[in-house]
C-alpha cells in the first residue's frame, strides 16, 4: 500500500520517503532466518532491513536508508544505551515519553527534502507490540496538527462463499479498535477478493465515521505492477490529497506504470530459469531476487518462469540432469552454511560444461570458484571456511576491508549481527571484459552481505582454470566478479545487484542475464 501510494504522489512531482516501523525485539532482521520473515534487505548504507523496505525502493525508485527502517528492539537499545551513559540525568526511563518520543524523532528524521514522509506500522491493530507506535502516531498527529497528518488504515472485508456475502464486521471492529487508541483513520483500505456494493461501502462510512468517498476498495490485482494504477482508479492519491486539504486537480503522470504493466502482461516470448537455492519453500525468501528476473524480463518484454529447485536434490546425478536440463539459464543466489553446497555446485559444473547461462550471486559466486578449482583447476578438496576448516580455503573469512568510514577487521570470534561487510562499496571492471560490456562501464558500486571471500592465493590457479577475475575492488585486495570468457554467459558476482533493480531500470546484469536466456531458449 505504502509503495503504491509514494508512485501516485511521485507522479503527481511530490519527493516521498518510506519508513517502516517493525514492533518486534530483533535489533535488525539481519539475523533473523529467511523461512521466519524472508529475505533480509540491504541498504546502501549498510542497514539490514525489512524486506517491505525493498518493495518500496522498487516502487518508488527511492534508495532507502538505515533511517528508513527500525524495530522496537533498536528504540530499546538506543534508550538503554542512553540511560547507561547518565543521559536522562536520574530521570525514570519510561514507554511514554521516553520510547514514544524515539519513535516520533526517527519518523520525521532527515525529511527536510521531502514532501510526504509515509510510514507503515507493521503489524495488526491490537497487537502488544505495536501500542507504543500506535501512541507515538496518535501523538504525533496532535503535534503535528489536522492538514500536516493523515491516518490511513488498511482492513479485510472478507467473502463468505458459502452465504455469498461480504463481511463489514471486521473491518469496523478494527477501526473501533483503532479509534480506542486514539486514532481516526482518514482513509480505509478495504482488502476485498470482490467489489465492494455501494451499500457496504456507505455501511463502513457510516459505522467507521469515514467520508464514503474515502473507503477505497482494494482488490486483489492482476499483479503488483498493476496496483499503483488500481489504486489511482479507485481514487485513492485523491483521497489523500482531500485529506491533506491539498487542492491539485492535475493528472498524474502515470506512463511509466502503463508501460511496465503493459511488458509484464504482454509478454512476446518466455524464458525458464532454473534458481538452485536452500530456501526454496518460501518465495519471500528471495523476493528481490524474483522481482529482478521479472524485471530483466521486462527489458525484453518476456515472460520470466522460475523454477525454484532445492539444491539438495541434485547430490545424485540422474536427478540433476532431468531437472536442469530444461532450464534455458542457471542462477545459484547467495546463502548461509553448507546444506546443499554440493548440489550448487553440482549444477553449476552442469551449466559450464553444458554452455548454458551461469549467473552466481554472493555464496552462488563463491560456489562457481570451488566448482572450478575442483573440477578444472585440480584442486581436489577446495572449500570454504565457512563450511568449517579445510587444507584448501579457496573462500576464506575477511579480515581486513577498507569501509567509508576507515579499516574495519573481523576474526572468527566476532558478534553475527551487524558485522559483515555491508552495503554500496565500488569495484573497477576490466577493460574488455564480459561484465563491463554488460554495464557499459568500468566503475560500478553494488551492495555488499557477506563474511568470507575468494582468497586471493588461488587466484592464478583459479584463472589458469579459466575463470577470470574481471572485477575487484578499487585498491585490488577485494575480488568482486569472476566470469568465464570462453563461455556464453557464466557470471559470478560477490554482491547483491539484485537490490537495485527497479522495474522501470531493471539491473544490467539481470537484463543481460535474460537476453542470454532468450538466445539459449531459441537453441533448444
Ligand atoms: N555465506 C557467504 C558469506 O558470508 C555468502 C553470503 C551471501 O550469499 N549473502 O560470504
Given amino acids: ?115 510526504f514522509i509515509l510510514c507503515e506500522i507493521g503489524g495488526t491493530v491490537g497487537d502488544i507490540e505495536s501500542l507504543p507506535f500506535m501512541e507515538a502516531i496518535r501523538q504525533l498527529r496532535n503535534e503535528l496538527g489536522r492538514d ?26 478494527s477501526v473501533r479498535e483503532l479509534t480506542s487508541l486514539g486514532i481516526q483513520p482518514d482513509i480505509l483500505l478495504c482488502r476485498c477478493e470482490h467489489n465492494l456494493p455501494e451499500n457496504e461501502r456507505a455501511k463502513i462510512a457510516a459505522f467507521c465515521n469515514v467520508r464514503k468517498e474515502a473507503v477505497i476498495p482494494a482488490l486483489d490485482a492482476e499483479s ?21 486539504n491539498i487542492d491539485n486537480n492535475k493528472e498524474p503522470d502515470l506512463s511509466r506504470w502503463y508501460d511496465i504493466t503493459d511488458r509484464y502482461h504482454n509478454p512476446e516470448g518466455e524464458v525458464t530459469i532454473g534458481v538452485v537455492g536452500k530456501y526454496v519453500g518460501l518465495q519471500d525468501a528471495y523476493k528481490s531476487l524474483h522481482e529482478a528476473l521479472v524485471h530483466g524480463g521486462m527489458a525484453h518484454r518476456t515472460r520470466v518462469n522460475i523454477k525454484w529447485l532445492d539444491a539438495e536434490m541434485f547430490e545424485s546425478e540422474k536427478d540433476l540432469v532431468s531437472k536442469l536440463e530444461p532450464m534455458h539459464a542457471i542462477l545459484v543466489p547467495g546463502g548461509f552454511g553448507e546444506r546443499g553446497s554440493e548440489g550448487k555446485i553440482a549444477s553449476i559444473k552442469f551449466a559450464r560444461e553444458r554452455n548454458i547461462p551461469f549467473f552466481g550471486i554472493c555464496l552462488g559466486m563463491q560456489m562457481a570458484c570451488l566448482e572450478g578449482a575442483r573440477n578444472v583447476s585440480g584442486i581436489d578438496n577446495a572449500s570454504t571456511s565457512e563450511f568449517g576448516p579445510t587444507d584448501n580455503p579457496v573462500i576464506g573469512l575477511i579480515t581486513e576491508w577498507q569501509s567509508k568510514d576507515g579499516i574495519e577487521t573481523r576474526d572468527d570470534d566476532s558478534d553475527l549481527g551487524g558485522t559483515m561487510r555491508l552495503g554500496a562499496y565500488p569495484a573497477k571492471l576490466n577493460d574488455n571484459s564480459h561484465v563491463a560490456s554488460v554495464y557499459e562501464a568500468q566503475d560500478i558500486e553494488e551492495r555488499h552481505r557477506h563474511r568470507f571471500e575468494v582468497n586471493m592465493a588461488y587466484k592464478e590457479r583459479l584463472e589458469q582454470g579459466g575463470l577470470i577475475f574481471s572485477g575487484m575492488s578499487p585498491d585490488g585486495s577485494l575480488p568482486e566478479i569472476v566470469e568465464r570468457p570462453d563461455h556464453p554467459w557464466f557470471i559470478g558476482v560477490q554482491f547483491h545487484p539484485e537490490l537495485k533493480s527497479r522495474p522501470f531500470d531493471p539491473h544490467p546484469l539481470f537484463a543481460s542475464f535474460i537476453g542470454a536466456a532468450l538466445k539459449q531458449s531459441r537453441l533448444v
Fill in 224 to 244: 503488483i505492477y498493476a496496483v499503483p494504477l488500481q489504486y489511482h482508479a479507485e481514487g485513492l492519491d485523491d483521497q489523500v490529497l482531500h485529506a491533506f
Fill in 148 to 173: 500536516q497528518s493523515i491516518s490511513i488504515h488498511v482492513t479485510l472485508v472478507p467473502y463468505v462463499a458459502a452465504a455469498g456475502e461480504l463481511k463489514t464486521k471486521p473491518t469496523q471492529h
Fill in 1 to 115: 500500500m505504502a509503495a503504491s501510494l509514494a508512485a501516485l504522489l511521485q507522479a503527481r512531482g511530490y519527493r516521498v520517503r518510506i519508513r517502516k516501523f517493525d514492533p518486534y525485539l530483533n535489533v535488525d532482521p539481519g539475523t533473523m532466518s529467511p523461512y521466519q520473515h524472508g529475505e533480509v534487505y540491504v541498504t546502501d548504507d549498510g542497514a539490514e532491513t525489512d524486506l517491505d523496505l525493498g518493495h518500496y525502493e522498487r516502487f518508488s525508485g527511492v534508495s532507502a536508508r538505515q533511517s528508513d527502517n527500525v524495530t522496537s528492539g533498536r528504540i530499546y537499545q538506543d534508550i538503554i544505551a542512553k540511560e547507561r551513559r547518565g543521559d536522562y540525568l536520574g530521570a525514570t526511563v519510561q514507554v511514554i515519553p521516553h520510547v514514544t518520543d524515539e519513535i516520533k524523532k526517527f519518523a520525521l528524521d532527515k525529511s527536510d527534502d521531502l514532501d
